[in-house]
């Protein structure tokens, strides 16, 4: 079955949404994020490090440790967080096996999977963590505008 992102992204995406923007620089506790999310939080922050070693999180240890944001969220697309748990060329599997597909040997869907793929890439370069952050707390002046994307989605 083909699947844009893992879990593994999917867990990274809801758990950042949940990140409260107005303690921007200061640390979030993932334990706090993902009992409220409802994530495994062992997997959780296994997939963070990927944040961290792609520099959009800092971590800290001990007692009032957690992670801060590195990057504003307004600077960070869902594109960039894909990308940073799954792989530069995650968008680049083949819908009809489990390779990359390539232009010598293309599947029967590659010139269709070509013209989604770039509007795929489009949309997630357009939503941000804070897009996210902000739908999530309610507080968007676009907040309408994402909604009636996400459901036009089938979500």
């Given at each position: 079955?083909?699947?844009?992102?893992?879990?593994?992204?999917?867990?990274?995406?809801?758990?950042?949404?949940?990140?409260?923007?107005?303690?921007?620089?200061?640390?979030?506790?993932?334990?706090?994020?993902?009992?409220?999310?409802?994530?495994?939080?062992?997997?959780?922050?296994?997939?963070?490090?990927?944040?961290?070693?792609?520099?959009?999180?800092?971590?800290?240890?001990?007692?009032?440790?957690?992670?801060?944001?590195?990057?504003?969220?307004?600077?960070?697309?869902?594109?960039?967080?894909?990308?940073?748990?799954?792989?530069?060329?995650?968008?680049?599997?083949?819908?009809?096996?489990?390779?990359k597909c390539k232009n010598k040997?293309?599947?029967?869907?590659?010139?269709?999977?070509i013209r989604i793929k770039e509007?795929?890439?489009?949309?997630?370069?357009?939503?941000?963590?804070?897009?996210?952050?902000?739908?999530?707390?309610?507080?968007?002046?676009?907040?309408?505008?994402?909604?009636?994307?996400?459901?036009?989605?089938?979500?």
């Open positions: 079955m083909f699947r844009l992102y893992s879990k593994g992204c999917e867990y990274v995406i809801r758990a950042l949404a949940l990140v409260n923007a107005s303690k921007e620089g200061r640390c979030f506790s993932v334990k706090d994020i993902c009992r409220k999310a409802r994530l495994p939080e062992w997997y959780t922050r296994k997939v963070f490090q990927s944040l961290v070693r792609n520099g959009y999180l800092e971590a800290s240890r001990g007692p009032g440790g957690g992670y801060t944001l590195k990057v504003h969220p307004s600077k960070i697309s869902l594109l960039n967080m894909i990308r940073a748990v799954d792989g530069k060329d995650v968008l680049d599997q083949c819908m009809m096996s489990s390779g040997k293309s599947c029967v869907m590659h010139n269709k999977w509007s795929v890439v489009r949309e997630l370069k357009s939503v941000t963590v804070q897009d996210l952050m902000d739908l999530t707390s309610g507080r968007s002046k676009h907040v309408s505008t994402l909604k009636r994307r996400h459901e036009s989605n089938g979500h």
